[in-house]
């Protein structure tokens, strides 16, 4: 079993930027892949960014290239996402989430998750 625990999130206007943190607690064999989630209301639950094992590779949705950074503290089981320039449409609610093989897109790939993060973006 893995706990997730999400932080950070808040209200900023367009241009700003958050930090959100993830930690992860449990059995740290089901964590090779961390990843971040959002969700909009009526809308699916899109793949952000995820990281493999502290960052050998990591990935990115094409609308948040060059604005969001996904990082990780391998060994204190953190992983962070940094959210810059902030846009409208990046209001959602965040989720942190973890597979035990390689990153996937797919959300239903993954089988544990956050309580998620509220991420709300004035314009």
């Known amino acids: 079993q893995v706990q997730l625990l999400e932080s950070g999130g808040g209200s900023v206007q367009a241009g700003g930027s958050l930090r959100l943190s993830c930690a992860a607690s449990g059995d740290t064999y089901s964590r090779n892949c961390m990843a971040w989630f959002r969700q909009a209301p009526g809308k699916e639950r899109e793949a952000v960014a995820s990281i493999y094992r502290g960052g050998s590779s990591t990935y990115y949705a094409d609308s948040v290239k060059g604005r969001f950074t996904i990082s990780q503290d391998y060994a204190r089981n953190t992983v962070f996402l940094q959210l810059n320039n902030l846009k409208p449409e990046d209001t959602a609610m965040y989720y942190c989430?973890?597979?035990?093989?390689?990153?996937?897109?797919?959300?239903?790939?993954?089988?544990?998750w956050g309580q998620g993060t509220q991420v709300t973006v004035s314009s």
């Open positions: 989430a973890a597979r035990l093989p390689w990153c996937s897109s797919s959300p239903k790939e993954y089988k544990y």
